[in-house]
């Protein structure tokens, strides 16, 4: 068993980084046309962004005045700076990281599970990054009601991948003090249940 930085570092080095840009896009673009939906300027972080493609992706919209990622993998961080001169990306575990602005947006895409104890996390978030009023949005493919990702842990080796059903993600936002909490599930089809994307407002 290996730890998920050391595990995703690993995937750098392989190119299967890549990869994940093609299987998680058209989740993540339902999150940021969800989030970014009818506010006229915003500022962005990405909690656990990998090569940094959705930064790149983001910085792209007229209305994001600014663009940040965050991952505790260098070579994930070393990869993201090499395309992408424009924005700021920072290698540090997400836990003990903090902005020096506080933000409008953060998203997370396939990262929050890999923490023993996401609701740390989450209530790390709500009180050290966000604007009053600002939005979490964090898309996850590992929790119970999706049956086939209950296999992974075994599969992947990673030492650290928690199993939580939607309720107990709903419980973390709402102890952290999240309001306007929401939740779908997008991509579903036949047994496996789609994404969980799950959001709320501070
Ligand atoms: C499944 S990948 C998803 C990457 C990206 N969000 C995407 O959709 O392509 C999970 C990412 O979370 C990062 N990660 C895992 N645990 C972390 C931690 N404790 N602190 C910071 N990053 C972490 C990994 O390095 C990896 O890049």
Known sequence: MESPIKVF?????????????????????????YSTKGIDKYSFIDAGCGNG??????????KCSSA???????????????????????????????????????HSMEVFYYFKKPEILIKHIYDNWLNN???LIMGIDHYTENKPSHSWKEETSISVMQLFSKNTWLNFYKSAGF???????????GDWNGTLIMTGVK
Do not use: Q
């Open 9 to 33: 570092s690993n995937w750098v080095l392989s190119g299967k980084d890549e990869g994940m840009e093609i299987n998680h896009s058209k989740s993540v673009e339902n999150m940021i046309e």
């Open 179 to 189: 309001n306007n909490i929401e939740y779908w599930y997008y991509g579903n089809k």
């Open 68 to 106: 940040t990622g965050v991952d505790g993998s260098i070579h994930m961080i070393e990869k993201a700076k090499k395309l992408d001169s424009k924005n700021e990306y920072f290698c540090s575990d997400l836990l003990n990281w903090r902005p020096k602005e506080k933000v409008d947006i953060v």
């Open 53 to 62: 493609w959705v930064i790149r992706k983001v910085s792209g919209d007229p």
């Open 133 to 135: 009023e600002g939005r």
